[in-house]
């Protein structure tokens, strides 16, 4: 993606990060214009970037793109402190459902590409996590106690 961000953090973990448009990303990985592309499992495989020479996944979890449930907040202050609490448990069911229906096409995914040859390589989070503290400094200051929460979960 053309972000500043996703380029600082690959960089920052040793990559050379370049912005490219997702409908190049096969014909880059078959012609070796790169040598590898962030993506999660379900994208590899339906995108088929795993048929364009990809021998290898490694699963680093530096970046995670959160699906996000948005609402005007004009809307939200013409309803009632009911309708309210009805949309927010109502997100909150439609939240944990995508999230069990995302890890459940995660392993199917998964699944598929290891039938297809790809070798899933297992690797330690800690170093990409350290390597990026730089980037969470630039880009993060502002959020430096969302940072401490999340940080505090892992």
Request: aromatic share 10%; charged share 20%.
């Amino acid at each position: 993606m053309g972000n500043p961000l996703f380029v600082d953090t690959m960089n920052a973990m040793g990559g050379n990060g370049i912005t490219m448009g997702h409908n190049d990303t096969y014909s880059a990985l078959q012609t070796n214009v790169v040598d590898g592309a962030e993506n999660n499992p379900p994208t590899l495989f339906t995108a088929n970037h795993y048929s364009a020479g990809v021998k290898y996944y490694a699963q680093t979890t530096h970046l995670i793109i959160p699906e996000i449930f948005v609402m005007s907040k004009v809307t939200w202050d013409k309803m009632s402190k009911d309708e309210q609490a009805l949309v927010m448990k109502f997100s909150r069911e439609a939240q944990m459902e995508q999230r069990a229906l995302w890890d459940k096409s995660v392993a199917e995914y998964s699944t598929k590409l290891k039938a297809a040859g790809i070798q899933f390589v297992n690797v330690d989070k800690k170093p990409f996590y350290d390597a990026t503290a730089p980037v969470r400094a630039k880009h993060g200051a502002q959020y430096a106690e969302l940072i401490k929460r999340i940080e505090a979960v892992k």
